[in-house]
């Protein structure tokens, strides 16, 4: 099963790009608080995730604009990897698919 669930705060910017296939999608970025679990983050200063989202309705788009950055959030959606071709070759991300935006708290 292909579930995300973020509690976190809306990055710095949220934008919109057209696809080649004229699609258009909002982009935004979710920040999170890293579980201190120093087992599996040995040596890692890092207190933070930022998660790359990616939505392509206008419901999401138009609740992620009327939102500040840094406000509290939760997001819910699937986890995606995206490939193309670059000038360097074959390139790919790791993104959530928005299905769900909310202020949190």
């Known amino acids: 099963m292909n579930q995300v669930?973020?509690?976190g705060r809306l990055g710095a910017r949220v934008?919109?790009?057209t696809l080649p296939s004229g699609d258009v999608i909002t982009t935004f970025s979710v920040t999170v608080d890293r579980a201190r679990m120093v087992a599996l983050d040995r040596g890692?200063?890092?207190t933070v995730d930022v998660i790359a989202c990616v939505a392509n309705g206008r419901r999401i788009?138009?609740?992620a604009h009327r939102l500040e950055p840094?406000?509290?959030i939760r997001v819910r959606g699937m986890l995606r990897r995206r490939f193309w071709r670059g000038p360097g070759g074959l390139?790919?991300?790791t993104?959530?698919?928005v299905l769900?935006?909310?202020r949190a708290g």
Do not use: F, I, M, N
Request: proline share 4%.
């Open 15 to 17: 934008g919109d790009r």
């Open 70 to 72: 840094g406000a509290p």
């Open 95 to 97: 993104e959530v698919h």
């Open 61 to 63: 788009a138009a609740r």
């Open 5 to 7: 669930e973020l509690l």
């Open 91 to 93: 390139q790919s991300s």
């Open 100 to 102: 769900e935006l909310e």
């Open 44 to 46: 890692s200063s890092a």
